[in-house]
């Protein structure tokens, strides 16, 4: 992983897409089960479970979000 990526997981970290957090995205409740995992530069996924159903599933960090945290990077 590149610096910047490692930078890039981070930031979304600390954004709440870390291990051990719950959220909610496309309408589904998740508890995260792993840190951010950068595939691309813009494709970023993250391990989790989903709370209705208990499945395990990787689901990918909305896009505007990856763009939002790259921004704040470079503004740094």
């Known amino acids: 992983m590149t610096k910047q ?14 291990n051990e957090n719950q959220l909610k995205l496309y309408g589904q409740e998740f508890d995260l089960v792993s840190d951010p995992i950068v595939v691309a530069n813009d494709v970023v996924f993250v391990d989790a479970i989903e709370k209705r159903s208990r499945q395990r599933r990787r689901v990918r960090i909305p896009l505007p979000i990856v763009h939002m945290a790259n921004r704040e990077l470079r503004a740094a």
């Open 5 to 18: 990526q490692v930078s890039l997981c981070d930031r979304l970290k600390r954004l709440g897409f870390s």
